[in-house]
């Protein structure tokens, strides 16, 4: 069985940090393509960073050069380290697995920037 508990979100001042982390379990860990997405109020849930089949995890064009997309295999851990957070970067953030052709989603987490 699939598990994902995400931790990490919060409120945080433009300009800051935070890091998520998305435990998984059940899953193929390190070949089992894996990602944050996120959901803005009134918006379609969107990607932000992913581990696909491709050597080099992608990222959404709007978080390049400020997220960071990391997994730890010992602990079975993916991260994202979010740097320079802008008040367009709040949303709920989700961790997603994509595992025997079904997309598995963790509960979510609250990240919210003020300006």
């Known amino acids: 069985q699939v598990q994902l508990v995400e931790s990490g979100g919060g409120l945080v001042q433009a300009g800051g940090s935070l890091r998520l982390s998305c435990v998984a379990s059940g899953i193929i860990w390190g070949i089992t393509p894996m990602g944050w997405y996120r959901q803005a109020p009134g918006k379609q849930r969107d990607l932000v960073a992913a581990f696909t089949y491709a050597e080099a995890p992608t990222y959404a064009d709007s978080v390049k050069g400020r997220f960071t997309i990391s997994r730890e295999n010992a602990q079975k851990t993916m991260y994202l380290q979010m740097n320079n957070l802008k008040p367009e970067d709040t949303a709920v953030y989700y961790c997603?697995?994509?595992?025997?052709?079904?997309?598995?989603w963790g509960q979510g987490t609250q990240v919210t920037v003020s300006s």
């Open positions: 997603n697995v994509f595992h025997r052709a079904r997309d598995y």
